[in-house]
């Protein structure tokens, strides 16, 4: 199994739909976070959390919201999902040091 | 914000050349890390620069940190097809640039 299991891997779905994204991780690591990736802007930090109980905005949270439910589980929700959302969206983990990433979800927002 | 910039953008060459990328930045970094991604995965890390003027090698890849802590450069001697995929920076606070997007042709 992967260190850092992102679901769905895909999804399609309309403008104003709810959205939510799953990341778990085997690392054992406090920290979380999550990344969208656009061509030619690469990974923008959208949230990211140091321990269950915290939460932080990161570069582009605006539109997002997250859940830290327990150490290994971070999830990303899009509340009412718009097309310029549409992006490759990643889940990492860390111990202070370098991330380790997920695969990635795909979304596509019609 | 500490930005992060990273060129060229892309960069298209063939098997057995030399190439270079870099990562500017206008502010102090403690570390710098650098990683690869291929299509379809997440970015994987290559190497973690510390102490200015450091020098890292991994095979054909050497990593340098600017003696300031605020730039980095990425060297691959003989390129090959396995090297292509998007290079990423990452500075403090787990901030990327925009990548290079190599391309080693066979």
């Known amino acids: 199994d992967a260190d850092v299991t992102q679901t769905p891997r895909n999804r399609i779905t309309k403008t104003g739909k709810r959205i939510m994204l799953e990341c778990s991780q085997t690392?054992?690591?406090?920290?979380m976070y999550w990344y969208r990736q656009d061509p030619g802007l690469g990974l923008r930090l959208i949230y990211y959390?140091?321990?269950?109980?915290?939460?932080n905005k990161g570069e582009i949270s605006d539109g997002y919201s997250v859940s830290r439910q327990a150490q290994a589980k971070f999830s990303l929700s899009l509340e009412s999902a718009i097309p310029n959302q549409t992006a490759l969206y990643f889940c990492?983990?860390?111990?202070?040091?370098?991330?380790?990433f997920g695969a990635g979800s795909r979304l596509t927002v019609l | 914000t500490q930005l992060l910039e990273q060129s060229p953008q892309f960069l298209s060459i063939q098997e057995g050349e030399n190439l270079t990328v870099y990562c500017n930045s206008s502010?102090?970094?403690?570390?710098l890390q650098w990683y690869r991604q291929e299509p379809g995965e997440g970015p994987v890390l290559l190497v973690t620069?510390?102490?200015?003027?450091e020098v890292k090698k991994l095979k054909r890849l050497t990593f340098q940190f600017g003696d300031a802590r605020k730039d980095s450069s990425l060297h691959i001697t003989a390129a090959q097809p396995g090297d292509t995929g998007l290079y990423l920076c990452?500075?403090?606070?787990?901030?990327f640039g925009a990548g290079t997007r190599l391309t080693v042709k066979p």
């Open positions: 990452a500075g403090e606070r787990m901030r």
């Open positions: 959390s140091f321990d269950v109980k915290d939460i």
């Open positions: 620069v510390v102490t200015g003027g």
């Open positions: 690392k054992g690591h406090d920290r």
């Open positions: 502010s102090v970094f403690s570390s």
């Open positions: 990492a983990t860390s111990d202070a040091g370098s991330l380790t």
